[in-house]
T-cell receptor, first 114, second 115 residues
Framework: AQSVTQPDIHITVSEGASLELRCNYS??????LFWYVQSPGQGLQLLLK??????LVQGIKGFEAEFKRSQSSFNLRKPSVHWSDAAEYFC????????????FGQGTTLQVKP | DTGVSQNPRHKITKRGQNVTFRCDPI?????LYWYRQTLGQGPEFLTY????????KSRLLSDRFSAERPKGSFSTLEIQRTEQGDSAMYLC?????????????FGPGTRLTVL
């Protein structure tokens, strides 16, 4: 069965520091991969997605993610974190040929220290 | 593009009551999804519509839950005889069927509290 693992439940970084959020998936082929961000009490906003092609994907708000097939990973990165980046981040997987249903990880809560 | 909207944003009800939520997708999006999110967890898929047809339902969707999408536009999710375990955020997403895959856009959610 498909699954998504975000190993870090909570991460704290200082403002201006770099950030990497980890995501590992379990699926027999290359899935479609997404990162969403959720602010408290809000819905999910799409940061970036990977369908095929270049394995380094650029998203909004200065985020990028790299798909590594050999590691079944899709880690999210940002070179310099801003206080407004504090939120919960979700990695999600969709299956090719599927209805589009997404399987989400548990999420990583990012806290930014001033 | 006004985004996906959901109403109400918050609902407090007593156990045993029925509740109904509404989702208005992005216009021209032909696919609509419902997810449920409990505290500290990622969203879990509940059901999916393509136009007006409900094509997939999760095992999470007990017989107390029913969803409709008349005319392939807005959708409603009804929970009958609510239980405390139904307390959660109910998220709606919509997408335009695409190749190779869809991109889902989420609404702000309806937070349900069952007392």
């Amino acid at each position: 069965a498909q699954s998504v693992t975000q190993p870090d439940i909570h991460i704290t970084v200082s403002e201006g520091a770099s950030l990497e959020l980890r995501c590992n998936y379990s699926y027999g082929a290359t899935p479609y991969l997404f990162w969403y961000v959720q602010s408290p009490g809000q819905g999910l906003q799409l940061l970036l997605k990977y369908f095929s092609g270049d394995t380094l994907v650029q998203g909004i708000k200065g985020f990028e993610a790299e798909f590594k097939r050999s590691q079944s990973s899709f880690n999210l990165r940002k070179p310099s974190v801003h206080w407004s980046d504090a939120a919960e981040y979700f990695c999600a997987v969709g299956r090719p040929g599927n209805t589009g249903k997404l399987i989400f990880g548990q999420g990583t809560t990012l806290q930014v220290k001033p | 593009d006004t985004g996906v909207s959901q109403n109400p944003r918050h609902k407090i009800t007593k156990r045993g009551q029925n509740v109904t939520f509404r989702c208005d997708p992005i216009s021209e999006h032909n696919r609509l999804y419902w997810y449920r999110q409990t505290l500290g967890q990622g969203p879990e898929f509940l059901t999916y519509f393509q136009n007006e047809a409900q094509l997939e339902k999760s095992r999470l969707l007990s017989d107390r839950f029913s969803a409709e999408r008349p005319k392939g536009s807005f959708s409603t999710l009804e929970i009958q005889r609510t239980e405390q375990g139904d307390s959660a955020m109910y998220l709606c997403a919509s997408s335009l069927e695409g190749r190779p895959a869809d991109t889902q856009y989420f609404g702000p959610g309806t937070r349900l509290t069952v007392l």
